[in-house]
């Protein structure tokens, strides 16, 4: 213990890092200079085993058990617990753990990195009541409002559903649907009708994922007669200009199947390349930042950039065209869907995570409003002609 203890403390921080959380409050009560180090807010070894168990492999398995009653031990450095209150089960923070004693700017933080910022609507008093009023005398909590509708069909909280149509003109349109049987396939497929555009197949894409909803896509492929049909913002939504998804983009270009007969099968009659947003190199990384407010989960954990692991699948195509050398045509639908235990499992027809397996099946039916400030957040470099409250032309 004394060669161990002569190390610099910097050394033996890493080395409690590694340590799972229960043999952490172990080893953090044997002297007072461990005691002193795993109390220091600037090494803070709690923060590797917190998200350890957070952002387990498994997504929503069970957290250590000493996780529960952590904010009752002052070697904890407080800000350990904006990422637990950030990337923790909505179920586990309202029903097991023990909620810590936090200042309002750091309430202000857990809600701006969980919650979509059109979700501060829902904000009547302090920034602690929005993320979580207690359940006292039967006043439901913005997260318990999350919970309850990724769980049940209930629209009492919100009976109309906002969803963003991009327009191939440059503008986007902000429209509502009824809660309760809100159906994106079918809004879209009214849609589509309007276009001239039904007789070519719905895809559907995820844009990005956060710990309680996730934002996608529903758009037409085709290979377009013409550069009016083509929605440039629809392609800009999915693959921000100069960015690409890596070294391995051209190794995962996926031709996907076209049936003869089909509009999609005719090849396309632009004599000339279509033209590229992106007119000269850019070094993304001086245009773009990763999202932190609110956070992606792990598995887009570098939006913008592509995050590697499978599960960010926008990048399906290669340079400028989608699979097959298809373009984004009409116009694309943007919804956020809330998640719960079995949005996520895998349907049998069909690749994961595209198309039919974002809308179909079990635990995908609920969703929830999406605003401007939530594209503006998810989309910062989408240049947008008109924003449109309501339908038509904005005139």
Same mark, same amino acid.
């Given at each position: 213990m004394s060669t161990f203890e002569s190390l610099p403390v910097e050394l033996v921080a890493d080395i409690l890092g590694e340590l799972d959380i229960a043999t952490l409050i172990t080893v953090s009560s044997l002297s007072r200079r461990l005691r002193a180090i795993a109390s220091d807010s600037s090494l803070n070894p709690w923060r590797r085993p917190i998200l350890r168990t957070m952002c387990n492999p498994d997504g929503d398995g069970e957290y250590e058990p000493k996780l529960r009653h952590l904010s009752v031990r002052h070697t904890v450095p407080r800000q350990?617990?904006?990422?637990?209150?950030?990337?923790?089960?909505?179920?586990? #923070?309202?029903?097991?753990?023990?909620?810590? *004693?936090?200042?309002?700017?750091? /309430?202000?933080?857990?809600?701006? $990195?969980? %919650?979509?910022?059109? /979700?501060?609507?829902?904000?009547?008093? =302090?920034?602690?009541?929005?993320?979580? &009023?207690?359940? #006292?005398?039967?006043?439901?909590?913005?997260?318990?409002?999350? /919970?309850?509708? !990724?769980? !049940?069909?209930?629209?009492a909280d919100e009976a109309w559903t906002k969803y963003i149509l991009l327009n191939r003109n440059g503008s986007a349109n902000l429209l509502d649907a009824s809660s309760r049987n809100h159906s994106p396939m079918n809004?879209?497929?009214?849609? &589509?009708?309007?276009? *001239?555009?039904?007789?070519?197949?719905?895809?559907?894409?995820?844009?990005?994922?956060?710990?309680?909803?996730?934002?996608?896509?529903?758009?037409?492929?085709?290979?377009?007669?013409?550069? %009016?049909? #083509? *929605?440039? *913002?629809? $392609?800009?939504?999915?693959?921000? @200009?100069?960015?690409?998804?890596?070294?391995?983009?051209?190794? !995962?270009?996926?031709?996907?199947?076209?049936?003869?007969?089909?509009?999609? !099968?005719?090849? @396309?009659?632009?004599? =000339?390349?279509?033209?590229?947003?992106?007119?000269?190199?850019?070094?993304?990384?001086?245009?773009y930042r990763p999202l932190t407010h609110p956070l992606p989960s792990p598995c887009h954990a570098n939006y913008p950039f592509y995050t590697f692991g499978g599960e960010d699948k926008r990048w399906l195509g290669n340079e400028e065209m989608e699979e097959g050398g298809r373009q984004w045509i009409g116009p694309m639908m943007l919804t956020a869907q809330l998640i719960n235990p079995q949005t996520k499992q895998h349907l049998e027809d069909g690749p994961p995570l595209q198309d039919l397996d974002l809308v179909v099946g079990p635990g995908r039916t609920q969703f929830s409003s999406l605003s401007w400030a939530d594209l503006t957040a998810i989309a910062p470099w989408l240049e947008l002609t008109a924003k449109i409250n309501g339908q038509g032309l904005g005139h």
């Open positions: 350990n617990w904006v990422e637990i209150l950030t990337l923790g089960k909505a179920e586990y #923070i309202l029903y097991e753990m023990t909620l810590p *004693n936090l200042k309002e700017t750091e /309430w202000e933080e857990c809600f701006r $990195r969980r %919650f979509l910022p059109g /979700w501060i609507k829902w904000k009547t008093s =302090t920034w602690k009541a929005a993320y979580l &009023k207690c359940v #006292i005398f039967g006043v439901r909590s913005i997260l318990h409002r999350v /919970w309850h509708r !990724s769980h !049940s069909s209930c629209t809004t879209f497929h009214e849609i &589509k009708l309007q276009n *001239n555009v039904a007789h070519l197949p719905t895809h559907v894409r995820l844009v990005v994922e956060f710990r309680d909803v996730r934002i996608i896509a529903l758009g037409v492929l085709s290979k377009p007669r013409s550069y %009016f049909s #083509i *929605n440039q *913002n629809a $392609r800009l939504l999915l693959h921000p @200009p100069g960015m690409t998804k890596g070294d391995d983009e051209v190794a !995962s270009a996926q031709a996907g199947h076209v049936s003869e007969g089909s509009d999609e !099968s005719f090849p @396309p009659v632009l004599e =000339t390349p279509l033209p590229i947003r992106v007119a000269h190199p850019i070094n993304v990384k001086d245009v």
